[in-house]
């Protein structure tokens, strides 16, 4: 294992690549410290002691989805079942004006695949918000939803892309990745589009000069090999177009969940796999810890570990908190910055585009 630190560290000091074969190394290293070591140092080569987190806000339009992924807590089939809902247009844009009143520069927002809403629902809410907030930047739908929208249509996802960007979508979040591997996705999303698939709309979303990020979901079934396959596609891609901001590792939360023999993550995994992450993807800026799935004590413990971003105020997540996420539903912008700081950080205020709004 000596010689593994040494080489990975000579490789990071010099700006060269590890191989498949070393993140694979680093995830069954039982040394945590030495693997968080090198993850900072990766960290601190491109980002110095800067944390970055934005203001924003969390709207799930709907839960109503045609998948049934085992894995997901917060989807309901009908609009009869119980907890099930749909956001109409006036909650959706009462939602963002409290955003806004509150300082927020963003709006966060996915949902189920619908069966019954047209296209032009979509449409309407994100040209609604902009026509409220003509400032506010929308990051919404995941290349699931994108991949829907152009069943729906009939359109490729390039076009379906054109009509989203025209009516105010500004980036897109990166969800819906969860890990590639077809084994897996068998198991907890077999109804989901293919890792390949995600993989092709990403890539002409980023082609369509949409900037996304990233997210893998880790702790089920997945084995180390799984995740370094996954970090692998994404570095691939992430050569071709550039269009990744960061990388967001997203903890599966299994309560009221369908995953047989299902592991949860804890402190130890959900620190290595954000350090190894951070090693291996070299052509990523920034790592997020989002604490809303990890935690806030393991998402401060992170910023150690390599991880340079630490997500929002969220305000009213539901995905996670419905698989039994504890942390809280909204963090003050305060509390974020305390957070930063007590782990002898330098807290940054970022916009969406990762543009430095202020330092705190």
Known sequence: MTNLF?????KIEVGTRISDGEALALFESDDLLAVGELAALANRRVNGDKVYFNVNRHINYTNICVNRCTFCAFSRGHQ?????????????????????????TEIHMVGGLHPDLPFDFYLEILAAIKADIPEMHIKAFTAVEIDYFAKLTGQSPAEVIVELKAAGLDSMPGGGAEIFAPEVRKQICPEKISGERWLEVTEQVHQAGLKTNATMLFGHVESYADRVDHFARLRQLQDRTGGFQAFIPLAFQPDNTRVPGAKGVGGVDALKTLAVSRIYLDNFRHIKAYWVMLGLKVAQVSLAFGVNDIDG???EEQIGHDAGADSPQQLSKEQLVDLIHKAGKQAIERDTLYNELKIC
């Open 313 to 315: 105020t969220v305000v």
């Open 6 to 10: 040494e080489n990975v560290r000579a």
């Open 80 to 104: 009869d079942d119980d907890g099930s809902f749909t956001l109409a247009l006036n909650d959706i844009l009462k939602r963002a004006a409290e955003a806004r009143a509150a300082g927020a």
